[in-house]
């Protein structure tokens, strides 16, 4: 691809020269732009603002593209923000290969590359804090000194704001409202296709900028669309669309669930020929599919039947995404994340409901729902054609079929027993279908919202603090009655900063009235990133690191200051409580007790009352934090302790449908707390468990750690200096035992495993790990409990706590390759005795050749019981 920075004119200030550097880019690409993007290119060059309301595959990108060129140009900084941290860094490696690594930056809560750079990616979030906080477009960058009250190179010159829909979300749409509110001298470009009426936004913008705005709408979408509701099977007419050359297909669920049972049900139907499926197996080649979910997905695959939602491993999602970008995959089935992007080449969307769950009900979906959906079919530059297929519910297509049976007699006619919607269930009909393709997306709805962190933001700005927060609440897009709740929650939330210390009121410079100033000084970063990070570093003040816990209690914390992953959180619950009722059972507890103790049963909180405790305390001092709340949780601590592998985790908690929400919540725990534990605050024990952690990670699906690597240092990557490399599906090309400190640590987890185990006398669970001896005879559940169950004749416990789990009782003595014996490691796990006489063990035996082969431990287990 042309560098676009190096097209630049020689003229900024000449509109033609600017359009005619771009076209001439995009035509060497073998561009030819519409007349939309056409239209919103001359307006961006000569000023205006731009509302681009055009359908999906009209090409908005490109424009976005040009916005940021005439902004470099034109020496001005550009933000481009989106509703989700993966478009967000896909937009940056996009804009790299544009404009070259120097020119671009970005800025998540996750992490700050190039944050001086003159154009920025970034959440809205992130976009919307800075507003606040400098006001007037001055915003300086972080780690840059310039004077915030001056404009300069870091003044925000431009902001496009991509899926500006968001603007209606009622979590998230203070962050698109806010820019528009505090920036005044910045030229927008707000995208989406599903706008709905933008009239109010181009007169509010004008008024507010003194700025022409431009509307772009109603443009022709390149691949036209129709539209069908359809009263038959799901599988006839998914075998139809196959073999009438509509493929690929998109069969939209509104859960993970229903997406993965209609895949399964698509097995019996016939979506791919013998060539197809070959070819399909071909491509696939040597991927390493795991033992969770992946077995599931191979054998769908295989069939020629994908599936994709975000609850997959990013390495499944990708391997779908490329089967079917090589139309090799025709069917998919998948969840509405669809409509928010998913990159595919897509023939027909099929709709199996128009009804969701929105977390709150059940509903039908809104119009702009439909439409956000329905715009993925057809793709410029694939098809010629897109349709959009919405299915009856299943009781209609079934009278349909009993009336179909009964033909014309009307004996037969008269004994149908007509099925009716489930009882409770949202019904939804032919009807309901043409109102929603008929009507035009819902118009945008303010979702203002005042919080610690806004007025903060705003006190710490240059000038007059209390004028700017009076415009922002009496000048907003609220109706005035919400208007007047929102001056009051300011209020309150003015008193609990003066009454923490935080603020005080004096009067002002010039005598006239009174004014408010903040009393200390607020963290540069406090809105930008991790808000509960610093107090994360905070509390590893409370922890004793003489405790043998240390480690693990540093998890604790950082795991606290994590957001929640609900999936694993309710699976981990769902198991505590059956754990809780079966020994309730055993005790004789009577129903109605095991009922009421059930309610204080949940999933583990690991330092929850210490936590509760430092946190009340660090708020005092620090309002910023105010809103949010500490979640104790313990997801990695439980994965350590318990000594389980990612798979082995998956399949006790039941995740497999979920385990890409559970990697996500590892890979976040790694990053966090590699950025917030510093050096001097780790010990051994720490160092090891973090390499751990990081190998897990990487060993699972290494693209969610190489994508923070390649943006925390883009060019140690590029040179290929990072810690590992892809393997092509996700997993890392780097044997796990080059990385000794870590595969010591899979080692002892391996061992301690058995021991967790057999504390419990479970026999049966450590024959199912499948150890054999040297000899090669199986450890079968009556020769494990011959070994260790005399261990209970002597001591009424086996110790699985963190003396039990330490260094000392791990003993590791390294062979290397001798002859035609490969390096091997000879190991011996003591059980931790009450008595501390430590004379019992487990002994094996590590292959590091077989551990390369397997992605873990090769163990050996040679013996087992007294020394």
């Known amino acids: 691809m042309p560098d676009l920075a190096a097209r630049l004119p020689a003229d900024p200030t000449d509109p033609d020269a600017l359009y005619e550097a771009f076209v001439g880019w995009a035509a060497d690409r073998g561009l030819e732009l519409y007349p939309a993007q056409q239209e919103a290119l001359l307006e961006l060059v000569t000023g205006s603002h731009v509302i681009l309301s055009t359908p999906t595959g009209s090409g908005k990108s490109l424009v976005a593209m040009a916005a940021h060129f005439v902004a470099l140009a034109q020496g001005r900084r550009t933000y481009y923000t989106a509703p989700l941290k993966a478009l967000v860094s896909e937009k940056f490696f996009d804009l790299v290969a544009a404009f070259g690594s120097g020119n671009v930056g970005m800025m998540t809560g996750d992490s700050s ?3 001086g750079a003159p154009i920025i990616c970034c959440t809205a979030e992130i976009l919307a804090n800075i507003a606040l906080r400098t006001g007037e477009g001055v915003a300086e960058a972080p780690g840059h000194v310039d004077d915030p009250a001056v404009p300069g190179e870091d003044a925000v010159g431009q902001v496009v704001m991509d899926e500006f829909h968001f603007y209606a979300d009622p979590q998230r749409g203070w962050a698109w409202q806010v820019p528009l509110l505090e920036l005044p001298r910045t030229q927008f470009l707000l995208m989406s296709a599903t706008l709905g009426d933008t009239a109010f936004f181009a007169e509010d913008l004008e008024r507010r900028t003194g700025v022409p705005v431009a509307e772009v709408t109603n443009a022709e979408r390149p691949v036209p669309l129709t539209f069908s509701y359809v009263v038959e099977p799901l599988h006839e007419v998914v075998e139809d669309l196959v073999h009438t050359r509509r493929a690929p297909v998109y069969l939209v669920h509104f859960t993970q669930k229903d997406a993965v049972e209609r895949a399964q049900s698509l097995l019996s139907s016939t979506v791919a020929s013998r060539t197809q499926r ?14 969770g979910f992946g077995k599931t997905l191979s054998r769908f695959l295989r069939h020629g039947v994908g599936v994709h939602h975000a609850g997959m491993l990013p390495r499944y999602r990708r391997v779908v995404e490329r089967l079917t970008q090589k139309g090799l995959l025709t069917v998919v089935c998948g969840t509405d994340t669809l409509g928010v992007g998913i990159n595919v080449p897509i023939r027909t969307v099929v709709l199996t409901s128009l009804v969701k769950y929105d977390g709150v009900r059940m509903r039908h979906l809104s119009a702009r729902e439909f439409h956000q959906i329905a715009g993925r079919a057809g793709r410029a530059g694939y098809d010629t054609l897109g349709e959009v297929l919405v299915m009856a519910p299943d009781h209609v297509v079934e009278n349909r079929k009993l009336l179909a049976k ?45 919080t610690h962190a806004m007025v903060l933001n705003v006190l710490s700005r240059p000038g007059d603090p209390v004028a700017a927060m009076r415009r922002l609440l009496t000048d907003n897009h609220e ?23 935080v603020v005080e ?23 930008l990133n991790q808000p509960l990070s610093p107090f994360a570093y905070a509390a590893l003040d409370v922890l004793d690191r003489e405790a043998p816990s240390y480690a693990l209690d540093v998890v604790s914390v950082v795991e606290a200051t994590l957001d929640d992953p609900r999936q694993v959180l309710a699976a981990q619950e769902n198991r505590a409580r059956g754990e809780a009722v079966a020994a309730m059972k055993a005790e004789g507890y009577e129903y109605e007790e095991r009922m009421a103790l059930l309610e204080d049963v949940t999933y583990p909180k690991p330092l929850a009352e210490l936590l509760e405790a430092t946190f009340t305390i660090y708020r005092r001092s620090n309002p910023w934090v105010a809103d949010h709340q500490v979640s104790p949780k313990s997801v990695v601590r439980d994965l350590h302790e318990r000594a389980m592998t990612f798979t082995e ?41 973090l390499e751990w952690l990081g190998e897990l990670v990487r060993g699972t699906d290494s693209s969610l750690l190489d ?25 890392s090309a780097t044997r796990v035992t080059t990385n000794r400190r870590a595969f010591r640590v899979l080692v002892r987890n391996a061992l301690f495993r058995r021991v967790e185990l057999a504390a419990r006398e479970r026999w049966a669970a450590l024959a199912a790990l499948g150890d054999v001896d040297g000899d090669g005879v199986a450890w079968d559940a009556d020769r494990w409990a011959d070994a260790l169950d005399p261990y209970f004749d002597e001591h009424a416990e086996m110790g699985t706590g963190p003396d039990a789990r330490g260094p000392a009782l791990l003993l590791i003595t390294e062979r290397p390759a001798a002859g035609a014996t490969g390096e091997r490691w000879e190991v011996r796990q003591v059980l931790d ?11 094996a035996v590590v292959d590091l050749a077989a551990s390369d082969e397997r992605g873990e431990p090769a163990l050996v287990v040679t013996a087992a019981g007294r020394l």
């Open 113 to 115: 590359v190039n944050p």
């Open 278 to 291: 070959d070819a399909i197996a071909e491509e696939l080649g040597a991927f390493r599919f795991g033992t």
């Open 406 to 450: 009964a033909g014309d007699d009307p004996k037969k006619l008269r004994k149908i027993v007509r099925k009716k919607a489930p009882e409770g269930s949202v019904n939804w009909t032919d009807k309901t279908f043409e109102r929603l393709r008929d009507a035009p997306p819902e118009p945008l709805t303010s979702s203002f919202a005042v």
């Open 479 to 501: 109706p005035e009655a919400a208007r007047g709740r929102h001056a009051r929650q300011a209020v309150r939330i003015y008193r609990s900063l003066r009454t923490a210390g």
């Open 505 to 527: 009121r004096v009067r002002r410079p010039d005598g006239a009235g009174w004014t408010v100033r903040l009393t200390v000084d607020v963290p540069h970063d406090f809105a």
């Open 649 to 689: 985790f998956v399949s006790v908690y039941g995740l497999e449908r979920t385990e890409g929400v559970l990697l996500r919540y590892l890979a976040d725990a790694y990053r966090a707390l590699r950025q917030t534990v510093p050096p001097e605050r780790r010990d051994e024990q720490l160092e090891d468990l």
């Open 707 to 731: 994508e923070w690597e390649r943006l925390r240092d883009p060019e140690a990557f590029a040179a290929g200096t990072s810690r590992a490399a892809d393997a092509g599906d996700g997993t």
């Open 833 to 843: 005795d009450p008595a501390g006489d430590r004379d019992w063990r487990i002994d």
